[in-house]
Structure formats: C-alpha cells, structure tokens
C-alpha cells in the first residue's frame, strides 16, 4: 500500500512536469502568440488548441470571430527542396522576406483573411499561418495581419537559430 | 488678530504643502499599483536562480524601484518617431534597434539559453534587450509578450537610464521608469504624453530624456566593457572585452600620459555620433544638424542582412575614411643580408631577380580610439592582406587571401583572437562562459603598432618590376562563424579594405623618390617601427629604431622617452636614466618621461624623487592609472598607508579591476582594521587574478593548430615557403549575385 502510495506520487509528479513542458511551445511564448492574436494568454477566449514537437496552434474566439495562429516547425534532409515546396504553395503571389531566417517568403492564405510564412533556418523549415474568420475584422486588416505575421516569423526563426 | 491671521495663514500652507505632498503621493501609487501587481504576477513564476534580491543576475543593470518593470511603461519608437523622424530612421538601421533579433547574435545566446537555462541569458541581455531582463521575460515559463524584441535597445531604454553604476559594464546602469516629460516640479510623468504637451514644454521633455551622462565615454561603457562573472561560468571573473578601458588608455582621452603621440581630446560620441545634416524632420535638430544614431562603426553584417543599404553603404565609407589605420612597407631585406634598406622610398637600393626578400610592413593604429578590433574580435575577422605581383600582373606571393569556401588563408596575419575551453578547443560559437584561456590576441591597441614580416622569392626570370601591396581587410563577421548561423549556403558577407599602401620594387636599381603625402613622416615611420619592436620583445631593435627617430627629430623628447622605457623593459636602468634625463632637459615637466624616471629612480633607491615625479604625473593626469597605481607603491613601500590608500582608491574610482588596486587595498584595510574592507577587496582580488592553470588551456590548442601556433610568437615570419604548407588556390573574382556583400576596395 505504501509502495503504492509512493509510485501515485512519482507519476503524479511525472505527470505534471510533463504537463508543464507541454505548456510550452519552443518556438513562441504564449503571451507573445496571445499578443499577436489581440488577447491576453489569462483570457478565456484564449486556447492551445494543439501543441506538439512539430505544431503550436494558437486560438482566440470570440462569438463569430475565430483567430488562429499555427505555427509548424520541420527538420528536413533536403531544406532547400522542402522549402521551395512550400513556397510553390503561394505561386507568383509570395513576397520574399529579407532578413527573416536564411530565406522566407510570405503570402496570402484563406480568401484574404489570413497571411502564411514559409521560411528556413538552416535545416529546420518552418510555417507561420495567421488567420481570422471575420471578413473585415477590425482588429487584423489586411497590413496588420501582414506586420504580425512578419513578427511571428522574427520570433520564430530567432528563436530556431 | 494679526496672530490669528498668522494662524490661518501657517495652516493654509501646511494645508496646501500637504495637499501637494498628498496628491505627488497620489499620483506615485497610481505609477506604483499597476507596477507592483504586473512585478508580482512575474514574481510567481519567475526563476530567481541568483537570489531573490539579485533578479537580473548575472546581468548588471538595474532599475529604480527594485521591481520587475511592464514592458508597456517603455513608449516605443514609433512613439518618439513623430517629432524625431530623422533619430528614427536612423535609429531602424543602426545596431541599437537590431541588438537583439539578429542571427548573428540568436545564434550564441540561444545556445545559451539551451545549454545552461534562459536565465543566464540576462547576462547578454542586460545591453542586448534590457526590457527583456527587467520586464521579467528571461524565465523559463515566460509571460511577457516579446512584441518588444525587434526593437532593442529602443529610445526610451537609453534615454530613461537615471544613472550610471561603475564602468564595470555588463550593463552597468540604472533605469528609471520611462518618463518623456517632467512636470513642472520637476517629478517625472510616466509612459506617453500627447504630444503638444511635449511641444508646449520642450525643456520639460529635455529635462527627462537628457541627462549630461549621455555624452560621456562612462554612458557607453555601461555595455562597451564586458566581463564573464562566475554566475555565467561557474569559474571565476573572466575579463571579456575593454573598449571604454581602450579609449581611456588612448591619447583621445587625454588621461593616459603614457601615450605614444597626442591628440585632441575626443569621446565615443565624437566618432559614433558626429552630427551631420538632417534629411528627415526632427526637432531634436540644432541649426539643421543632428548626432547621428546611425552609431556607425565596424558592422556591415546587420545592414548587409536587413537590407539597410543607406546604412551599410555608410558604414564601409565609415571604415574606409583612411582616418583609422596606416599601412607602411617600410623596409626590406635581402637573404644574406643583415641591413635593413629602410624606410622604403627615402633610401636607394638594389633588387635582383632570384633574390630572396624579407618585406618588413608596419600596420598603425593610428586613429581609432580603441584597438582593431574591439570587443568580441573572436567573431570578426579583421587581416593583412599581402599581395606580390610581377610586372605582367602574375602573382608570385599572396598571404592573407580568401579560399573559394569563403575562408580566410589560415595563414593570413589576422588581429583577432582565439579563446578556448579548458579542453584547449577554440570557442567557436561565441560560448564565453567555457572561455578559460586565449591562446593568441593580435590584435594592435590604440596608437601602437605591430610589424608583419613577409619572405617571398623574386622569380629567376623577372624582370620588370615588382609591386608590392599590403593591406588591412575588416569582415563582420569570420566566415566560420557564418557558417554555424546560416549553414554554408549563405552569401559572401561584404569585404572591405580598410587601408593599403602599395610600392613598386624595381629588379635593378631603385632611386629615393619624394614621400607619398599619405604617407607618415620618416621619423613617425620609425617611431612605429620601434613601437613594434617593443612590443615584440625585441629591444636591441626597438632602441635601433627610436635612435633614427632621435637622429632625424634631435627636439623630440618622447624619442630619447622612447629608449629610456625600451632600456626599462629591457632592464637597463642606467642606460634608460641617462635616455629620460634627455628628454627631461628637453621638455622639463614631461609627464611621460617623468613617469619612466620614477619608475628607474624606485630601481634605484631614490625614493623622495620618485614620489615626486609620480605626484607631478598625477597632478597633470589625475586619471591616469599607471601613476596611481605607482604613486600609491611607493607611498606603499614608505610605509604611508593612509597616501597609498588615497592612491589604490582613486585608481580604484579609474579602473574598478585593477588588481593592483584589490591586493593592496586588501592588505592596507586589514593594517587598518577594516575588516570587512580587506575581506571584500580580497575576494575580489581572488576572483579577478589570473588563473595560473589557464595558459596549459592555450597550449593544448595551439599543439593541435601548428598554424595558428606560429601567429601566437610575437616574432613571426610570413613565407611563401613554409616547408608544411600545401598550396591553396585563391578565391575567384567575386561573383555578381545581387545577393553578395562583394568586396569594397
């Protein structure tokens, strides 16, 4: 019973380190991410909605209003192929970023209401997807959600080099 | 009645002076209730690793209030922007705005921050990003959103600093809660005021973003000098870098009396902040003209990185004023030879093909008021380059070029360094907190010199002439380095050449001709020469060289100085006394000659003319260290412990790690009976003296680097003959890509 009662503890204790580590995406703090979707980490309307070694989902709903903020980090044997794979997602339309990472490119996703990063530090390729389901959010016009896409892609790609 | 109205009268203004003290206290709980909840909510997950009391460890900096600080309370830049237009712009493209998100700096703390935690990262931090530290946001479960980090150091972190602790750096100032303005008692009204109020009360708004510190060497030292506290290392006190001791060793502080030349007196803000027209509105103009917060120096890899043309244009013509280094091919020797033909072109000789020549260069630092290169020279890679071509352009000797990786000839002079693990590997990823030991430092201080000798073969067949090219190439950042960040696929980071002097050495007979104006005097030619000699320990050579500097300048009191301090480090005193007592006659209260001549007069015995001399130096250079520290010796060794202290403490106000300064400051408070005192600086004497073990460190590296091995003896030769050299092929012309840093010559 004793030993049974010092094995709870240990996995109780296993148990809430690892939630604590899952709390945490690697490559953005909460209040920053928040930050970018116009919320405070402590809101309810604020949730992780997915958190992985690869993917932090970020989400704010309010009523009718959902803003997501994705991010997906990758290792990749050949980044430059994987990189290019995934800037041939955004066509003619991408806008190279200078300075963000080793080489970035930015483009509209989601009819307009959302901005996507493609990105590469060293072997590791990265996406940024911001998006808003309202159609002319005031808060996330169209050179918001491009400046803050651009800030996510900074902290991001400073944080993988 | 009159007492009555006397009464009222009193109580009307203890009324209004409390009202007055109620509504300052008032408004201070206002600033202090929001302050202290957002300190506490950090507070409860904050990683006080070093203490409770000492958050920003092992960081310096500091804020008033002693609680972390809302990273909102800093107006952003943005802010000031409106009325600053031409600060800003400025300001986006200069290394302060970029000190923290770049690569090239993510790259070293992240490595931190994984390998010892984040909080040791307030270390870097505290100069790199202080809202950051001082916002709380370097824990590891942080809730501050970091919108702040593109901005750096932004206006409002300068500009709201209240003091400045010692020039101990590491961040070494205290901070104020950001206020643009003043009200009209003087107390400072926190965050962002519109801004007509602003513009009703300009000197209101002067009176709270500037402070008379700003304008002084002191100001940048607080992040221009850095050491590795044992928090980072879990060593000892390693001193990092030195720039603001540099500059006030140069002769552009005028404090140091044992400068080799003089000049006129000049801050870090006279170079890094020249005032220049504006472009942009800006009321923070004078009669069109604005400091620049440009900051240019050395880096052209941020501007090269971000695109900022106009900044990294500005920046290679910055580097490239010709102001800074001196490059002199001064003499030759032929193989077999012993004379020196020197200073080239003053003198007329005779070249051979199939000779072998010794090619003697001298590279001066002759205007930067610190050394080439400052602070972090692990990360840079400034070089000669030497070039030898035939008359048809063909190369017979080249040293110090760039391989077609990008790399820079492991061979080339280059006035960097290598600091190492205690493993002896070279810390290659800018990891100071492993830094034990260094196993070579070139790099050439303000005002002196250092010589590079090059051996190359004249070929059998040549017969037109030889030219002869050396210069002095700067990258920011070394290519390795560059490397580690960007892997290898990144592009060529701009190249400039900072100075070069190229000679034409004619197979046959080669005249004197008449000097290059650019070129120094043939005296200063030799005082240089001698100057490298002496720090290269060669002292029969050095006296050599300052006696043709006598010959050609009999007036000149520091070149008979000049022999007396060589014949000191040589240890002639006799010969040195009879060289100073010259120079003295010449220049009876020469500071520099009376500092040497007490130094010979201590060997001497004569001590009342010692601490004469020394009190005479003091007297004209209140802040000159060397004659602090050695006035207070010598009242030391006449058992006058009260002078000697004065002495150790002043020097200690000068320079807060002169060791010399801890260890008799340790012993005279202990005769003293402050305990505590004498406890406290010898602590301090024990954690910054040198390690003893730190040099095997070294040695363990250079074993494994034969090449660099070589640069790490001050008396080296640069060969085209190296009987363990394999060729290497230079670089290709660089190619056009829109994406290169190229080369600028």
Same mark, same amino acid.
């Given at each position: ?161 | ?5 006397? !009464? ?31 300190? /506490? ?83 870097? %931090? ?112 390693? $001193?990092?870098?030195? !720039? ?37 509105? %800006? ?84 205007? *930067? ?60 990823? #800018? ?93 200063? $030619? ?39 301090? &060589? ?61 602090? $520290? ?11 412990? /009260? ?10 106000? *000068?320079?807060?790690? %002169? ?36 040099? !095997?460190?070294?040695? &363990? ?14 008396? #080296? ?29």
């Amino acid at each position: 019973m004793r030993h049974l009662r010092l094995a709870f503890f240990v996995f109780v204790a296993f148990l809430s380190a690892t939630c604590h580590a899952d709390s945490l995406c690697p490559w953005i703090n909460k209040a920053t991410a928040f930050g970018v979707l116009g919320v405070s980490e402590e809101s309810p309307m604020a949730s992780v909605s997915e958190l992985s070694a690869t993917v932090c989902n970020f989400t704010y709903r309010d009523g009718n209003i959902t803003r997501e903020l994705r991010i997906t980090v990758e290792q990749a044997k050949d980044p430059e192929q994987a990189f290019n794979a995934y800037k041939a997602h955004c066509g003619k339309d991408g806008n190279s970023l200078r300075a963000i990472g080793n080489e970035a490119v930015m483009c509209a996703t989601n009819k307009g209401q959302g901005e996507q990063v493609f990105s590469r530090v060293r072997d590791n390729v990265f996406t940024i997807t911001l998006t808003t389901s309202a159609g002319n959010d005031p808060t996330m016009p169209r050179d918001v959600l491009i400046e803050k896409a651009g800030l996510v892609a900074e902290q991001v790609s400073g944080n993988l080099f | 009645m009159r007492r009555t109205i006397r !009464t009222l009268a009193m109580t009307g203004m203890l009324v209004l002076a409390g009202t007055t003290l109620l509504s300052a206290t008032g408004a201070q709980q206002d600033q202090d209730t929001p302050r202290k909840e957002y300190s /506490d909510k950090i507070s409860s997950s904050y990683n006080f690793r070093f203490g409770k009391d000492r958050p920003f460890i092992p960081g310096s900096a500091k804020v008033e209030g002693d609680e972390f600080v809302q990273p909102g309370a800093f107006p952003n830049a943005k802010y000031c922007a409106h009325c600053h237009q031409e600060a800003y712009h400025q300001w986006r493209q200069a290394l302060h705005s970029n000190s923290f998100r770049t690569p090239f700096y993510r790259t070293s703390v992240n490595i931190l921050i994984r390998t010892k935690g984040i909080e040791f990262s307030r270390h870097c %931090d505290s100069c790199h990003n202080p809202i950051a530290v001082l916002a709380g946001g370097l824990t590891q479960d942080s809730h501050v959103d970091r919108k702040f980090d593109s901005d750096g150091l932004t206006c409002m972190t300068c500009h709201s600093i209240q003091s400045l602790q010692s020039t101990n750096g590491n961040g070494g100032f205290v901070m104020g809660i950001p206020a643009v303005m003043v009200d009209e008692k003087g107390n400072r009204i926190p965050g962002e005021v519109p801004y007509d109020e602003i513009l009703k009360h300009s000197d209101r708004h002067s009176e709270a973003v500037m402070h008379d510190f700003l304008r002084t060497p002191e100001f940048c030292a607080a992040c221009h000098k850095a050491n590795l506290p044992d928090t980072l290392n879990d060593y000892k006190f390693v $001193r990092a870098f030195t !720039t603001y001791d540099e500059w006030q060793n140069s002769k552009f502080s005028q404090r140091n009396p044992l400068t080799f030349y003089s000049g006129d007196f000049t801050t870090c803000q006279g170079c890094h902040m020249k005032r220049a027209a504006i472009t942009l509105p %800006d009321y923070g103009a004078k009669n069109g003209t604005f400091a620049s917060h440009r900051w240019l120096a050395g880096n052209t890899a941020v501007p090269f990185y971000y695109g900022f043309d106009e900044q990294l244009e500005k920046t290679i013509q910055f580097l490239r004023s010709g102001n800074f280094m001196n490059v002199d091919i001064f003499a030759i020797k032929k193989a077999g030879d012993d004379k020196m033909i020197a200073p080239l072109g003053s003198v007329p000789y005779e070249l051979k093909a199939n000779d072998s020549v010794e090619t003697y260069v001298v590279f001066q630092n002759k205007n *930067i008021g610190h050394s080439l290169i400052p602070e972090v020279r692990d990360l840079y890679e400034a070089y000669a380059e030497f070039i030898v071509k035939d008359s048809a352009g063909k190369e017979i000797y080249h040293s110090g070029f760039i391989k077609p990786d990008g790399m820079l000839d492991e061979r080339a002079h280059s006035f960097t360094n290598r600091p190492v693990t205690e493993k002896g590997e070279f810390v290659d990823n #800018h990891k100071v907190w492993t830094i034990r030991s260094v196993a070579y430092d070139n790099t050439v201080q303000a005002g002196r010199s250092t010589l590079v000798r090059y051996q190359f073969h004249i070929p059998a067949n040549a017969k037109g002439p030889i030219t002869v090219t050396a210069k002095v190439n700067y990258r920011h950042l070394r290519q390795s380095y560059l490397n580690n960040i960007f892997g290898k696929d990144h592009p060529l980071y701009p190249l400039v050449e900072i100075a070069s002097r190229t000679r034409v050495l004619n197979i046959g007979k080669n005249p004197a001709g008449p000097a290059d104006p650019s070129d120094n005097p043939d005296w200063m $030619r030799w005082n240089n020469l001698g100057i490298s000699y002496l720090d290269q320990l060669q002292y029969v050579d050095a006296v050599q060289a300052f006696t043709e500097v006598i010959k050609l300048r009999p007036d000149y009191a520091d070149g008979y100085t000049n022999v007396g301090l &060589t014949n000191i480090q040589w240890e002639k005193y006799s010969s040195a006394k009879g060289a100073l007592d010259k120079a003295l006659t010449l220049s009876p209260d020469n500071a520099r000659a009376l500092y040497y001549s007490a130094l010979v007069e201590r060997r001497t015995g004569h001590t009342e003319a010692e601490i004469a001399d020394l009190k005479k130096v003091v007297d004209q250079y209140p802040q000159s260290r060397d004659a602090r $520290r050695e006035l207070g010796i010598s009242y030391y060794q006449q058992h006058n412990y /009260d002078a000697a202290m004065e002495q150790f403490q002043k020097l200690q106000q *000068i320079d807060p790690d %002169d060791l010399a300064a801890h260890y008799n400051l340790s012993i005279l408070y202990r005769r003293m009976g402050l305990k505590d005192k004498a406890a406290e600086q010898q602590a301090l004497f024990v954690t910054k003296k040198f390690d003893p073990g730190s040099p !095997t460190y070294s040695l &363990t590296f250079l074993r494994q680097h034969p090449e660099i091995s070589t640069e790490s003896v001050p008396w #080296h030769m640069h060969t085209d003959n190296p009987h363990d050299q394999k060729p290497m092929t230079p670089m290709a012309p660089q190619a056009g890509s829109a994406y290169s840093g190229g080369t600028y010559r």
